[in-house]
């Protein structure tokens, strides 16, 4: 894993041969309905005795008449039934990234929501045993601490930021029926946005979740890492380019933490941000090797592999990675010739 020189991270790096597992540092609409108003019914207006001889010579007509302008039916009417629908949709809420629906229990109240850096007291209700979430009454502050890391707490975190004071909600997760848990804000202490945080306080911010991620990383938790990786790079992304360096090093432990968790085509991603700013980054270079080696682009592989022992011959990782390429390639180009004969014999 990489550390850049300001970052407060302690401890010394893992040997040079661990190469990918190394010090590492990857529409908000509410959706609202306007219901109109029940439907109105137009009386026929056409050539007719008098109404009120009608009603005169027909005790019962006074009563037909006012059921028609009230709907023209027998039955009684109920706006609830009406107004079903509209309710039920304007209680959810959508997370734009797709994570997660939130389906409000309890509306709050006023248009302020947490910021970062706010203090919310929260009750937490319902979370699978081992989520790592507090039970009951809460104190979080947004963007900070170590609640943010456990199963659920980003998740956690970004519905705290969609709700108002007083407001309670489900949290439930595409394709489940049943809640993931239930939130309620009491209430929570002013934050700001990011955009109004000075370049030294996101920098600042950015260097304590690179420390964190590096300790999630080396303990052994690399989801954890990730997420800090993740949040850090966020910060930084928001400064005027080029940027700080140290969003290669961030990117590059991205990487590794992807790639331990099975995810080679994101780990590529990020190792192509590294590579478009330094392209002879020999961790990069390994990491993206073995990616694509995982999404079974063996050529593109054997191509980043070869770079890194170009520079470094004495590589272990790159040499033993670039082995299993080669072994891979044969097996596929024998089950390839296979395929042919009993196509053409």
């Given amino acids: 894993m990489e550390t850049s020189p300001a970052s407060p991270v302690r401890g010394k790096d ?36 008098d109404p009120a001889n009608q009603i005169a010579e027909d005790p019962q007509g006074l009563e037909k008449l006012m059921a028609g302008l009230e709907g023209g039916s027998d039955k009684p009417h109920d706006p609830t039934n009406e107004m079903a629908e509209p309710l039920e949709a304007s209680r959810l809420w959508y997370c734009p990234d797709g994570s ?31 989520s790592g979430l507090p039970e009951g009454w809460a104190e979080l502050t947004i963007g900070i601490g170590s609640w943010r890391e456990k199963t659920w707490g980003e998740l956690t975190e970004k519905c ?8 309670e909600a489900e949290i439930q997760l595409p394709g489940c029926t049943a809640p993931l848990g239930r939130l309620r804000l009491e209430s929570f202490t002013q934050g700001r946005d990011s955009w109004e945080l000075e370049v030294s306080e996101k920098e600042a911010l950015a260097r304590e979740e690179h420390a964190r991620g590096t ?3 080396r303990a052994g938790n690399p989801q954890g890492a990730a997420r800090c990786y993740g949040r850090a790079l966020r910060l930084l992304l928001t400064l005027p380019p080029p940027g700080p360096p140290e969003r290669t090093i961030l990117h590059a432990n991205l990487a590794a933490c992807q790639l331990l968790l099975g995810q080679p085509q994101l ?10 700013r330094e392209p002879g980054h020999l961790k990069a270079l390994y990491r993206r090797g073995v990616a694509q080696a995982a999404l079974g682009n063996l050529e593109k592989a ?3 592999l070869k770079k ?3 520079v470094d011959p004495k590589n272990r990782a790159a040499q033993e990675e670039l082995g299993k390429v080669v072994i ?18």
């Fill in 14 to 49: 893992v040997s040079p041969s661990q190469q990918w597992a190394e010090n590492p540092p990857p529409p908000n609409p509410d959706a609202t309905t306007h219901p109109g108003g029940p439907p109105t019914e137009a009386l026929d207006l056409g050539v007719r005795p």
């Fill in 100 to 130: 997660f629906v939130k389906k409000i229990i309890v509306h709050g109240h006023g248009l302020d929501k947490p910021k970062l850096g706010s203090q919310c007291r929260v009750l937490v209700l319902g979370f699978p045993f081992g």
């Fill in 160 to 167: 705290l930021e969609s709700m108002c004071q007083g407001e």
């Fill in 215 to 217: 300790e999630l990383f």
């Fill in 267 to 276: 780990a590529a991603q990020s190792c192509d941000r590294v590579l478009e």
């Fill in 302 to 304: 054997t191509a980043d």
């Fill in 308 to 310: 890194v022992l170009a």
């Fill in 328 to 345: 891979q390639g044969k097996k596929q180009d024998a089950g390839l010739a296979q395929g042919l004969r009993k196509m053409f014999g």
